[in-house]
């Protein structure tokens, strides 16, 4: 399923760089003059998301790309996807240029496609929440004794848990019991008040919301902040660009990532303004869910040597105990996109 919205607008190129580069008068100089006009002139940029937390931080953007007035300099098309597998196979095929997907899938992206896709920035982080309606759960530590309800068996959040189980040294005194999907766990929560789960926004906020026994005392982000090396973070999504796409249209790339960097801060600063865009497009079902939810949704926008910092060591994580969830191997420094 997905969502599309465009703007149609027009930008003329910079007078002053033509005139400059004209000055030249070599052939060099006028094959310099066509290659500048042609990266200033405005394109249609297909971006693709997904829905949760990975969209949030677009939604000021996307309402500003639908108006003719925005004064943006090229045109956006945005597609909201309810699963990766919908946007891999559009980002390889071309048909997406620019995509907000899990952290580990943008690692996948790069080996099988050999180094054709490079990583933007990191556009949320964690947003995994150890939630109870044990009022003796506090610390990440006291979850040892216990048996954990949790989704994501063989993918990255048994492989988070597992790490931070290790740090804090209690791997072997807590039992993760993996469900299908999230409603399995909030069912096993209201079935047993002593029961500890592990669950994402948006999910959190809306199990908090239906059952007041609930709370959720910790937040694994923190957990890993705690225990982190080397600038590492824990991360739900990455934005991941096409290399043809940048090298051809690097202002874009550019005015893309500034106007995300925006969208982010603003959703952020003023969830109950948001929170209805966020149910227009059709990424939360709820307006008081999404306004509650926001807070706890990691929106970001992490570029350059932050960047890669927080994803290499996520990824080193992941590919510890599982290769194949980043595509066989970590990426190369070229992965990296510098701005």
Known sequence: MSKKLT??????????????????????????????????????VHVAS??????????SFMDKAANDDSGLANTYDFSI???????????ISGDVDIALVPANVASVLYNKTDGAVQALDV?????????????????????AGRTVYLTGKGAS?????????????????????????????V????ADPSAVGILPEPYKTAALAKNASLTSPINLTDVWDQYAEDGSRLLTGVTVVRRDFAEQHPEAVREFVEQQQASVEAVSADPATYAQSVVDHGIIDAAPVAEKAIPGCGLTCLTGDEMKSALSGYLGVLASSDASSVGGKLPGDDFYYAL
Do not use: H, W
Request: hydrophobic share 45%; net charge negative.
């Open 81 to 91: 996807s309810a699963a990766a597998d919908e946007i891999v196979p559009k980002v």
């Open 123 to 143: 556009n949320t982080l964690g947003v995994l929440n150890v939630v109870t309606g044990d009022a003796s759960v506090q610390s990440f530590s006291d979850l």
């Open 7 to 44: 703007r149609r607008g027009f930008v003329a190129a910079s007078l002053a760089c033509v005139l400059a580069l004209a000055g030249c008068g070599s052939a060099n100089s006028q094959a310099a003059n066509q290659a500048a006009t042609t990266a200033a002139d405005p394109t249609e």
């Open 157 to 185: 959040p048994e492989y988070v848990m597992n790490y931070l189980l290790d740090k804090a040294g209690i791997a072997d005194q807590v039992t993760l019991e993996f469900k299908s999907e999230a409603a399995e766990v």
């Open 50 to 59: 997904l829905k949760g937390p990975t969209s949030i931080g677009l939604v």
């Open 187 to 190: 069912s096993a929560l209201a």
